[in-house]
């Protein structure tokens, strides 16, 4: 079982160990024919240079360019090179040698490539080409595998490329050198080299606010489970799974990162977990077709369902398996016929068991092509399914095959479980002295086994100390260099200020003695200013309080002069009311009585401005109640004619109060004397409102029979008529005369308020009017 971990673990870090990804793997905002374009147009320069280099990526990293393009690619990088020489263009020689180089490997001509990055190396370190430079290093580790002989070179390389980033001061391409140099770390073994370097490149990406953070989730969690802290493995899988579902959906890269999460769950023996995890990452597989990947998730799966105890599951999932994806390769046969074993095993069907123990050992004459924790892993198998049947000589003889592979590998773990068979197996057949001294020994392997483990967690908290150690050296180091130089400036600060401040003195008394003589000027002047200004004001407070006298006595006036003139209307009413008793002329009666009338709608205006506070406004709602009610008196209209007034609460200058009172007063008069013969009953309805601003509408409705068919009031002569148009005029305003079962009157107009400092008289009303001579009375 733990050699399965292992296998999946390393092929989780083999599809996660790739090259470092260059500045040639950017995506061109211009596109292929754009390029080829600009070329044609471009001139033999450093512009051109970049062209074909481009062109060159472009073929590089599109997937669907046929491989024997390439030799056409190789030709432009080509004359790339030449130009750079031509024009003494290091960095595009480099680039061009680095480009090249990447063609030579796709077409499986490392031993081209490689002299190719050396040049480029050391054109771009001559020139100093800083960021370009850490690039090349990190592709020359490309040429190193990760394995035991290799990892070291390319772990220097790595450092190198990680130096150049940090002196160009690249943030990004750093913080991808030290996520690169962490993942070399871990698998190397070197686990808490590995936590510190990949916390840094965390620590940077996050400076910079660069969000793709999925892949150093997952290396992190990785790196923690290694050391046994697997809460804080699952910590960052979980923050691996949220990133890289929210900014890729579903990816190879998420696959692996679902498969390392539900490894660390199962470590934890959270097998309902780590299953979850192993699905979702071999649905993505499925979803990519690859195979491989598809069968090493389901033996991680197989796995825990067997732990779960759900042994009928587990084999009909691994029989499912082969049948939707036959294997054709024989790593992953023997890891599938292991685990058809174990389960057949555990399930008591020995005669299940041992068909594939025999097609397991059909096999071992192919051992030589597999690895040999895979050759050792199918001995363990056969191991023990030999004890299970009872086949001991059988058992023994692959125990011992088991054992020497285990010695060979240098493998405690493995030695420690060969023993342990070992006991098993001297047990079964009877010696238990010999059963002892192999349990002896497997306990002794076991305690080795802790010891080493625990060496191992002190190393690497040694290792951990003195890095944190060397990085507090230098950083008091800069500290204390920080501190004297701050020192040393203030000093220099000091005796600045010290002159400074000697001179400030000086001038400041220079200037206090200045400002000294000013403030006195100053305060002379303000005095004779103050002398002369209490007399102004005592002369502006005299004439105040002698215009305020003036204008209440004004007011007092005005209200008086209203009082006389409503008294010398009502005289006029008198008059008139006296001269009618000797008419005997209906008409002439009638033009008597209309006058009065309209008197009276004047002398109310003059009552309401000498009983008010102001006067100058009239308060129409007040006013226009009274003149109703006068003229309802006047006609004893009793309950027979009804009267709806809708007035907003409205004052107005006497200027707009008298023409709209005598219009008021001709109307609602039409109305009562025409609008309803004889005993008909009837509605007048006079409304007067603000629509909007100062604009106002007065209208009398009523439901009355209404004008006669041929009634028109732009032709008609009529004095009510004359008169209302006229005293319309006379505030600018629009009248509209309208017979629909009754009659309305609608006069529209603009609210201009006037400062007047004379009265405003009904003479002034009346002699503005332009009426026929006989109205005026």
Request: glycine share 6%.
């Given at each position: 079982?733990?050699?399965?971990?292992?296998?999946?673990?390393?092929?989780c870090g083999l599809l996660l160990c790739v090259v470092l990804p260059t500045d040639a793997q950017i995506e061109h905002s211009r596109s292929y024919p754009e390029l080829v374009s600009a070329f044609k147009k471009s001139k033999a320069d450093t512009n051109r240079v970049q062209l074909l280099y481009d062109i060159g990526a472009y073929y590089f990293f599109n997937p669907n360019v046929a491989s024997s393009r390439l030799d056409s690619v190789i030709s432009m990088l080509q004359q790339a090179e030449a130009l750079s020489i031509a024009l003494k263009y290091p960095k595009g020689q480099g680039n061009t040698y680095r480009m090249l180089a990447m063609i030579y490997c796709k077409q499986g001509k490392p031993e081209k490539g490689k002299p190719l990055v050396y040049k480029a190396i050391q054109i771009l370190k001559?020139?100093?080409?800083?960021?370009?430079?850490?690039?090349?290093?990190?592709?020359?580790?490309?040429?190193?595998?990760?394995?035991?002989?290799?990892?070291?070179?390319?772990?220097?390389?790595?450092?190198?490329?990680?130096?150049?980033?940090?002196?160009?001061?690249?943030?990004?391409?750093?913080?991808?050198?030290?996520?690169?140099?962490?993942?070399?770390?871990?698998?190397?073994?070197?686990?808490s080299k590995a936590l510190l370097t990949l916390r840094q490149s965390l620590k940077l990406y996050q400076s910079i606010g660069y969000p793709v953070l999925q892949g150093i989730y997952d290396l992190l969690g990785n790196v923690c489970a290694s050391l046994g802290d697997y809460k804080e493995a699952i910590r960052y899988g979980l923050l691996a799974v949220e990133t890289s579902e929210r900014l890729d959906g579903s990816s190879m890269q998420l696959a692996t990162i679902y498969n390392r999460l539900g490894l660390t769950y199962y470590e934890l023996r959270e097998f309902e977990q780590a299953n979850q995890y192993y699905k979702k990452s071999i649905a993505i597989a499925r979803q990519y077709h690859d195979f491989v990947t598809i069968h090493m998730l389901a033996a991680n799966i197989v796995r825990t369902l067997i732990y779960l105890n759900r042994l009928e599951e587990a084999l009909a999932y691994q029989q499912d398996i082969i049948k939707k994806y036959p294997i054709d390769d024989i790593t992953r046969r023997i890891i599938a016929l292991g685990n058809f074993i174990d389960i057949y095993l555990r399930l008591k069907h020995y005669k299940q068991a041992r068909y594939y123990c025999h097609e397991l050992h059909s096999l071992s004459g192919k051992f030589n092509q597999i690895s040999v924790e895979t050759e050792q892993y199918a001995y363990h198998m056969l191991t023990i399914f030999y004890l299970a049947t009872q086949q001991y000589q059988l058992a023994e003889k692959y125990r011992l095959a088991h054992k020497a592979l285990a010695k060979r590998l240098a493998s405690l773990p493995a030695?420690?479980?060969?023993?342990?068979?070992?006991?098993?197996?001297?047990?079964?057949?009877?010696?238990?002295?010999?059963?002892?001294?192999?349990?002896?020994?497997?306990?002794?392997?076991?305690?080795?086994?802790?010891?080493?483990?625990?060496?191992?967690?002190?190393?690497?908290?040694?290792?951990?100390?003195?890095?944190?150690?060397?990085?507090?050296?230098?950083?008091?180091?800069?500290?204390?260099?920080?501190?004297?130089?701050?020192?040393?400036?203030?000093?220099?600060?000091?005796?600045?200020?010290?002159?400074l401040l000697r001179n400030i003195t000086l001038g400041g008394v220079i200037l206090l003695l200045i400002i000294i003589g000013l403030l006195y000027n100053r305060y002379l002047t303000k005095q004779r200013n103050s002398k002369k200004l209490e007399a102004q004001?005592?002369?502006?407070?005299?004439?105040?309080?002698s215009l305020q006298r003036l204008v209440t006595e004004k007011e007092w006036l005005l209200k008086e002069i209203h009082h006389r003139v409503k008294n010398n209307l009502q005289i006029v009413m008198s008059l008139l009311n006296s001269q009618s008793a000797y008419i005997n002329n209906e008409a002439a009666m009638l033009a008597i009585r209309s006058s009065q009338?309209?008197?009276?709608?004047?002398?109310?205006?003059?009552?309401?401005?000498?009983?008010?506070?102001?006067?100058?406004?009239?308060?129409?709602?007040?006013?226009?109640?009274?003149?109703?009610?006068?003229?309802?008196?006047?006609?004893?209209?009793?309950?027979?004619?009804?009267?709806?007034?809708?007035?907003?609460?409205?004052?107005?200058?006497?200027?707009?109060?008298?023409?709209?009172?005598?219009?008021?007063?001709?109307?609602i008069t039409n109305s009562i004397k025409y609008a309803f013969p004889g005993t008909r009953e009837g509605l007048i309805t006079?409304?007067?409102?603000?629509?909007?601003?100062?604009?106002?509408?007065?209208?009398?409705?009523?439901?009355?029979?209404?004008?006669?068919?041929?009634?028109?009031?732009?032709?008609?002569?009529?004095?009510?008529?004359?008169?209302?148009r006229g005293?319309?005029?006379?505030?600018?305003?629009?009248v509209c005369i309208e017979s629909n079962h009754g009659t309305t009157v609608l006069v529209d107009f603009v609210y201009q308020k006037i400062n007047r400092l004379n009265p405003i008289l009904a003479s002034d009303i009346l002699i503005n009017t332009d009426l026929p001579s006989e109205t005026i009375i």
């Open positions: 079982m733990k050699l399965l971990i292992r296998i999946g673990l390393l092929l001559d020139n100093n080409n800083l960021a370009d430079l850490g690039e090349a290093y990190f592709e020359l580790g490309g040429y190193y595998t990760v394995s035991e002989i290799d990892i070291a070179e390319r772990i220097r390389l790595s450092q190198l490329g990680l130096e150049a980033f940090t002196q160009a001061g690249n943030k990004l391409k750093q913080a991808n050198g030290l996520k690169e140099l962490g993942d070399l770390y871990q698998i190397k073994g070197e686990n030695l420690s479980k060969n023993y342990l068979l070992h006991f098993k197996i001297d047990s079964a057949q009877g010696n238990y002295a010999a059963a002892i001294l192999d349990y002896q020994q497997y306990k002794a392997f076991t305690d080795s086994l802790l010891t080493e483990a625990k060496t191992k967690q002190i190393a690497q908290l040694q290792i951990q100390y003195e890095t944190e150690k060397k990085d507090q050296n230098i950083k008091l180091q800069q500290q204390n260099i920080l501190l004297l130089t701050k020192q040393s400036l203030l000093k220099e600060n000091q005796l600045k200020q010290a002159k004001q005592k002369e502006i407070n005299d004439k105040n309080l009338h309209r008197v009276q709608a004047i002398s109310l205006i003059h009552q309401k401005l000498y009983q008010s506070e102001s006067v100058a406004a009239i308060d129409m709602p007040v006013y226009i109640q009274e003149l109703v009610e006068y003229l309802r008196d006047i006609f004893s209209t009793g309950q027979r004619i009804r009267f709806d007034i809708q007035i907003d609460p409205i004052r107005l200058d006497v200027s707009y109060a008298v023409p709209l009172g005598l219009i008021l007063n001709e109307v006079i409304s007067f409102k603000q629509t909007h601003g100062n604009q106002y509408i007065l209208a009398v409705m009523d439901n009355g029979v209404g004008l006669p068919a041929n009634f028109d009031s732009n032709t008609t002569d009529s004095l009510g008529v004359s008169l209302i005293l319309s005029e006379d505030i600018d305003g629009k």
